[in-house]
């Protein structure tokens, strides 16, 4: 039985890729394209996740997190954060409910 494909295997797939020429490889043409391309590439992927979720189409929303899930790691690349940084934080956060959480933060 093979193991299940999570988030670290993701961000080690797009570190390799990101060493690869831009000429063959999308996560490596998107890096070469600095951060701001990045973040705006993963600010439209989640307005398409947000639609197909409104949609309630569940083939849509799989695929369109799969692609908000990727462009996040490889923003989170191109910033030089990990997911273990990103998974230590809700750790962290996970000490306290989300509502204390936010009233800490001064959030409505």
Same mark, same amino acid.
């Given at each position: 039985? %093979? =193991?299940?494909? *999570?988030?670290?295997?993701?961000?080690?797939?797009?570190?390799?890729?990101?060493?690869?020429?831009?000429?063959?490889?999308? %996560?490596?043409?998107?890096?070469?394209? &600095?951060?701001? /391309?990045?973040?705006?590439?993963?600010?439209?992927?989640?307005?398409? *996740?947000?639609?197909?979720?409104?949609?309630?189409?569940? =083939?849509?929303?799989?695929?369109?997190?799969?692609?908000?899930?990727?462009?996040?790691?490889?923003?989170?690349?191109?910033? &030089?954060?990990?997911? =273990?940084?990103?998974?230590?934080?809700?750790? /962290? /956060? /996970?000490?306290?409910? &989300?509502?204390?959480?936010?009233?800490?933060?001064?959030?409505?």
């Amino acid at each position: 039985m %093979t =193991q299940p494909f *999570t988030l670290a295997d993701l961000e080690r797939v797009i570190a390799e890729r990101s060493s690869a020429s831009p000429d063959d490889s999308w %996560t490596a043409k998107l890096i070469a394209k &600095g951060p701001a /391309r990045v973040a705006k590439k993963l600010g439209e992927e989640a307005v398409e *996740t947000v639609i197909a979720a409104l949609e309630n189409d569940r =083939q849509a929303l799989i695929g369109e997190s799969a692609d908000l899930l990727y462009h996040l790691l490889v923003l989170l690349r191109a910033r &030089g954060v990990l997911v =273990q940084d990103v998974l230590d934080e809700l750790e /962290r /956060r /996970r000490a306290q409910s &989300g509502v204390s959480e936010k009233a800490a933060r001064g959030d409505a």
